[in-house]
């Protein structure tokens, strides 16, 4: 029983990860926007594919996009968002690196949702301090612990925070690709979405220009001269050791991306909004999602052998495939080859797993795609028998048989119609 019970389990978890994605295109698109940043990272999240990347696995202080992580874990951490919560002068005065932002609602309240509002909107220090003591009870060390954890989790491989919010600490660092992983499970939060998409703001119960909250996030901003009117949220931080760090999420026509600067000069111009708008710009007029193959159709075939003689399983993607390709692309340049990983034994069930295909345009790598059996074989013997036969007579049987048709010689009938013997009667009678 035990014995089933593990062979079923593996069957399931092979076509799971059939269905898995595979992450990243290994494909070069032509980009002409010139790039000052030390790093960039550009996604088309649709399709979880890179378009674009300078050094997306350098690890830089990412400043208060840290903040996003604070974010997170309050969220992640708190059932009641109206919560209030006091601004005592014990924790204000706790704060290293405070930047003033709560100093008006010293000896106040606040609720969760708010204090939300600031960690995104602004550079946000003060209320991720605040946010943090109310959640662990002032343990801002067991708060770290779970914005590491939470990174982790996620799959992040060089990031590190050593505090609640950052500020000119070098020991907290990340990188492009893994803030990418980071801000792709924010965007599933209906929190970050309302949050990260506000340009201004004021507190509940709080009345007055003072006290209202302006995002940092120049893109989101109609008055600014960076406004792009695409991008839908994101969170932009700077100082003078970090310099210019961004995470913008664009979304026009249902097309989602991803844009991702680290370490952006401060020259006469913000150069994060800036090059942000051009990438945007460069991706939306020069590529576009594409299906490139369907879920039914045959990408190849593969030999079994079951007692009875050779079974060929075809092999299909399982899913439509939609990829992020050139505007013009051309269906006829894409490509598909099978990479066999081990011999295939039987039973094989259909939409079990079988490894991947990889992927070609104009004959240059593009990316790899999971196949999986379109049908089940070894699983019913009188099925695959018969399934057996069939494939013997594609085989053998046909062949013969065009071979046949083709050199028996062709007889002409000595027998004339009766249309034929018609006419030459009368012919005759006529002479």
Not at 167 to 188: G, P
Not at 275 to 304: C, F, M, P, Q
Request: net charge negative; charged share 25%; hydrophobic share 35%.
């Amino acid at each position: 029983m035990k014995k089933k019970l593990i062979f079923c389990i593996c069957i399931l978890l092979s076509i799971i990860m059939g269905f898995s994605v595979v992450p990243f295109s290994a494909y070069t698109y032509e980009c002409d926007v010139e790039i000052t940043s030390a790093s960039v990272l550009l996604v088309n999240v649709n399709t979880d594919t890179v378009v674009y990347e300078k050094n997306a696995d350098t690890a830089h202080f990412i400043s208060y996009l840290s903040n996003l992580v604070t974010f997170i874990v309050a969220c992640d951490n708190t059932d009641d968002y109206m919560r209030k919560v006091a601004i005592t002068d014990e924790v204000l005065n706790s704060i290293p690196n405070s930047d003033g932002s709560l100093e008006l609602y010293r000896g106040k309240k606040l609720t969760v949702k708010d204090l939300l509002y600031f960690v995104m909107m602004t550079n946000g220090n003060d209320a991720c301090y605040v946010l943090a003591d109310s959640i662990t009870g002032g343990d801002r060390e067991a708060f770290v612990a779970l914005m590491n954890k939470k990174a982790k989790d996620l799959g992040c491989k060089k990031t590190k925070f050593s505090s609640v919010a950052a500020r000119n600490d070098t020991t907290h660092f990340s990188n492009c690709t893994d803030l990418y992983k980071i801000v792709k499970y924010a965007l599933d939060m209906p929190e970050y979405k309302d949050v990260a998409s506000t340009y201004a703001y004021i507190p509940e119960g709080y009345e007055g220009d003072e006290y209202t909250v302006t995002t940092t996030n120049s893109l989101l901003t109609y008055e600014s001269p960076y406004y792009y009117k695409h991008v839908k949220n994101g969170k932009y931080g700077a100082d003078s050791v970090a310099k210019g760090n961004l995470i913008a999420i664009s979304d026009y026509a249902d097309v989602l991306y991803a844009c991702i600067i680290l370490g952006a000069q401060q020259l006469s111009e913000h150069n994060a909004f800036t090059e942000t708008r051009h990438l945007l710009n460069w991706s939306y007029t020069t590529l576009g999602n594409k299906e490139i193959i369907s879920d039914t159709t045959v990408i190849d075939t593969v030999t079994a052998l079951a007692p009875w003689g050779e079974v060929e399983i075809e092999m299909v993607a399982g899913k439509d495939i939609v990829k992020t390709v050139p505007a013009k692309y051309n269906v006829e340049s894409m490509t598909f080859e099978y990479v066999p990983t081990s011999e295939i034994k039987l039973p094989v069930f259909k939409g079990q797993n079988l490894g991947t295909a990889q992927v070609k345009y104009d004959g240059k790598p593009f990316d790899e795609i999971a196949v999986v059996a379109n049908t089940s074989s070894g699983v019913s013997m009188l099925s695959d028998v018969g399934s057996f036969l069939g494939s013997a007579f594609k085989r053998v049987i046909v062949p013969q048989m065009e071979e046949t048709l083709s050199t028996e010689p062709t007889v002409e009938s000595t027998e004339k119609s009766e249309e034929t013997k018609e006419t030459e009667t009368k012919t005759t009678q006529a002479e």
